[in-house]
């Protein structure tokens, strides 16, 4: 579990399903996955698929955004966008 985004994830649904009281079978009945799936979100495993995902965090009343990184790719494309060159 090295992605920051994985753990924090991971760390969210985990901390949501028990201050809500639910099982991970509870979970996995009420999102309409898998025990396992569940079990793979709350250990951050990286392979899972995105639309089970998200039926789990709509689920638990959660959501994924998007937000621009600062990252230097992020700038790169930034500044190419700026310039009107095309990214690539």
Not at 3 to 15: F, K, M, S
């Amino acid at each position: 579990m090295n992605d920051p985004i994985t753990r924090l994830i991971a760390t969210e649904v985990r901390a949501r399903r028990a201050g809500l009281g639910l099982t991970q079978q509870d979970l996995a009945d009420m999102a309409g996955v898998s025990e396992r799936f569940v079990r793979f979100v709350e250990q951050g495993k990286p392979s899972v698929q995105l639309d089970s995902l998200t039926a789990v965090l709509e689920t638990l009343g959660l959501e994924l955004r998007l937000a621009t990184r600062s990252s230097e790719a992020a700038r790169a494309l930034s500044r190419a966008t700026s310039a009107g060159e095309t990214p690539q």
